[in-house]
Each structure stands twice: as C-alpha cells, then as structure tokens.
C-alpha cells in the first residue's frame, strides 16, 4: 500500500464543496523549519540585500550565482568529514546516475569550486565575489534558525596580505552601519593558527582534555578523537566548565600567525573599530586558517551569531585548483532581521503613488487608461477591478497607502476633467484631463 491515497470525491459535488473536503483530508503546510517571506516583510529583505550590494561594489567585489546543488564531496572535503554539519546537518541524496548531490549548506564551498572550474585565477590575481541566497541545514529550528535559511557572503582570493582579512570585516562593519545595527553587535576576533602551529595546540589540547573525557558530553567525547577543537564551542554547561582553562590558540601561534593577527588588529583599531579578543571561536568548518571572526549579538537569545568568517589559504588547493590564499564571511539573513526589526520597526511598506478611482458609466475605461499611462513613467498606481462605491474605493487607496486618489467620475469627464485628492490633507481640486500626465512629477515626490 503507498504513502499517497487519491481521494475518492463523489462528482456530485459543487467545485466549493470538493474544495472543503480536500482541506478536510489534506492540510497543505510548509515543511518544518522552512518559512515563507511574505509581502508584508520583503521590503525590508530588499533593503538589506540592495544595501549589502551597494557596499560590497565599492570595495570592488562583484556578484556570482552559483547552484544550488552541488557534489556531495565538493563540502565533505572542504567543510570537513568530522563537522556536524557534513555528519548531522546536510541534505543529501542519490541521483539518477548513482551520484551524491546535495542542497547547499554553506556558500564558500560553491564559489571555491566555481573560481576553480572558471579559471577565475587565471583571469585576475585578485577576486572579490559575493553572493546571496539559500541554504539548507537539517537543524532543530528555532527562533532565527531554519533548516532552508538565507545568507549574504564575501570571498576574497588571492592574497595572504592582512590587509585583505581588515578589508573583508571593513567592508562587513561598514554594511552593518548602513542599515543601523551595530549599536546591536559586538566584533570578536581570534586566530586559528595554520599549518605550523595549530597541529603542536591540537596535542596540547588533547592532552589537557584527555583525562577528563568521561566527563564530556557524548559529542565531545567523539570530537576528543576527531576534531577537539570543536570542543571549545560546545553549547553544554559542563563542556564549557570543563574547557574554560584549556590552553588558548592565542598563547600558541608561531611567529608569523602572531604578527598577522598584529596587523590585521592595528588596521581595525586604525579606524576605530572595536573588538573582542576571543581564544575560544572556532567556527564549525574545518578550511579555517588563521584570521577567524564573528559578529555577536545579545538580542536574540541562543541565536547569537549574525555573521562570521576568516582565513582559508589552502581550500582551493584542496578542491583542485591552484595554490590561493582567501579569505571571507558570511552573513544571516534571518537574524539581520530580526536585528534590523529593533532598530527600524516600521517604514518598510512603500504605499502607491496613486489610487484611481472611477464613478459611474464609461470611466473605467479611462481610468484604466491613466493607470497604463502612469505606469509607463514609473509611477506606481492601484485601481479598483469591479464597480464600487466611492468611499469604499477611497478606503482602499487609504490602506494601500496612497498619496493620492484620482477621481474619474461621469460628470468631470464630461467637462474633460478629473478631481485629484491629497489623502494625506483630504483636499481635492479639478485639473484638465489634458494635464493628468503632467502629474507625474507630484505623483512621484
């Protein structure tokens, strides 16, 4: 017997009726831990996106789209086979030909393998590429957190310089200020070490934590072995009593990671932004190197990381491509929301220009009309489909937010002219039907 039974409905019944009874037996939902973004809230989304766009171009950066499926061993190998997200979290399945594809989790992934394939390299030294759109992570949802979420990112190939990682959370801060949140957010700022340092702090680490292991949570037992690290970033009360004086990544670094994380703090200071020194971010990837940050906030309970990012010089060589330092960030949509929502309440919902109602026989014809002019020149106008009355057509042009109302009504018309009411003062005058175009310009200030 299949999952899916078809509904025997008796062709007796009216289109209405058949209707009720497929709601009765089918409740048509979302899936869980996926949200729609309604009319209602959009502008606010645009204004985000368009401001995060308007800032990354002037730092040079240039938007790519990438797919939203890829190989699952593009983010095995590059997320890292011990993450929680590569082992807990992805959306993975077989495709017809037998392969492993999955939705994204993550956006740096599919930029590294895009540079690659399209021998971006090859074209300049430097890239500068940002991208937005959607992930996916089987997660438990909660307030801010969703298993198909949204986010804005930045990658920067090409140069080991300092100077880049500074550029990179200069180009984030500076976003962050224009749509008014960072009265809401805290910079924290680490270093994960490399190659020459991070392997002897990882034998430290796990020499501190070893004979204490019983005393772990189940997951960090298993990261003890695999990826002990992560244990610095366990949520669990007793992990975090544990490791609290575990030796830092910060009393670690060799001397180079030491003067690259000089330098890069020298340059935020340079323009007075503030920072947190904190030893125990890890980030959940395992491509990090060196320079690793987040963006934190107090105001939306566990869900406290809005953004975050870092170094990761050997990604591109490890999916393939040449030898290419980068660094990156990425951004959470829904919880810059969520912030941006305590800052700016309301104002989000541009209302029309215009309203054109129209009153009794053979207007609607020229008001349809005026509504086609008016569109063509950029004004936005709404007008009412069916017959009604006038005040029930003035209180729609009211709702929708309309500056103001042209009146087509049989009367004017026969006089070759329209009324045109402020709805904000409620005043009204008569203009020529030869001058409705010329309104334009009132219509748009």
């Known amino acids: 017997m299949g999952i899916f039974q078809p509904l025997e409905l008796s062709t007796n019944l009216s289109p209405f009726n058949r209707c009720d009874r497929i709601q009765a037996v089918m409740k048509v939902r ?20 368009d401001s995060a766009g308007n800032i990354f171009e002037l730092y040079g950066f240039s938007e790519i789209r990438i797919p939203v499926v890829e190989f699952t061993d593009i983010f095995a190998r590059s997320i890292g086979t011990s993450t929680d997200i590569v082992e807990k979290e992805m959306y993975s399945f077989t495709d017809r030909d037998g392969s492993s594809i999955t939705l994204r989790p993550e956006g740096t992934a599919g930029v590294v393998r895009a540079y690659i394939e399209n021998s971006l390299y090859a074209k300049s030294t430097i890239s500068k590429l940002y991208y937005m759109g959607m992930m996916f992570r089987h997660e438990r949802p909660q307030k801010g957190r969703y298993r198909g979420f949204y986010q804005i990112g930045a990658e920067l190939f090409g140069t080991k310089d300092p100077y880049a990682d500074s550029e990179i959370i200069l180009m984030l801060w500076r976003f962050l200020e224009k749509i008014e949140v960072t009265s809401l957010i805290r910079l924290e700022l680490s270093s994960l070490g490399d190659e020459n340092c991070r392997p002897s702090y990882k034998q430290k680490l796990v020499k501190y934590l070893r004979p ?22 366990c949520k669990e009360k007793k992990c975090k009593e544990i490791s609290k004086d575990a030796p830092s990544m910060l009393d670690n670094l060799c001397d180079n990671c030491n003067k690259h994380l000089d330098h890069v703090k020298d340059s935020l200071e340079n323009f007075s932004i503030k920072y947190i020194l904190n030893p125990r971010i890890v980030r959940g990837l395992d491509y990090y190197t060196r320079t690793v940050f987040e963006i934190k906030t107090d105001e939306l309970g566990a869900q406290n990381a809005v953004a975050a990012g870092g170094r990761y010089d050997g990604l591109v060589e490890e999916l393939g491509g040449p030898p290419t330092p980068a660094v990156g960030f990425s951004i959470g949509m829904e919880r810059l929301v969520l912030l941006h929502e305590k800052i700016v309440p309301v104002g989000f919902q541009k209302g029309v220009d215009a309203f054109i109602a129209f009153i009794g026989k053979d207007t609607k014809k020229t008001a349809f009309q005026f509504a086609y002019d008016f569109r063509k020149q950029g004004i936005s106008v709404e007008m009412e489909y069916e017959n009604k009355s006038l005040k029930t057509q003035l209180k729609k042009a009211d709702k929708l937010g309309a500056k103001y109302a042209i009146i087509v009504g049989e009367e004017e018309l026969a006089r070759g002219k329209v009324k045109v009411r402020n709805m904000g003062s409620s005043s009204e005058e008569e203009i020529n039907i030869d001058k409705v175009k010329q309104l334009s310009i009132k219509l748009s200030n």
């Open 30 to 49: 979302s899936i869980r831990g996926f949200k729609d973004i309604l009319p209602d809230s959009i502008k606010r989304w645009h204004y985000i996106e």
């Open 212 to 233: 204490l292991k019983n005393e772990l949570c189940e997951n960090c037992q298993r990261r003890l072995e695999v990826n002990p690290l992560r244990i610095l970033d």
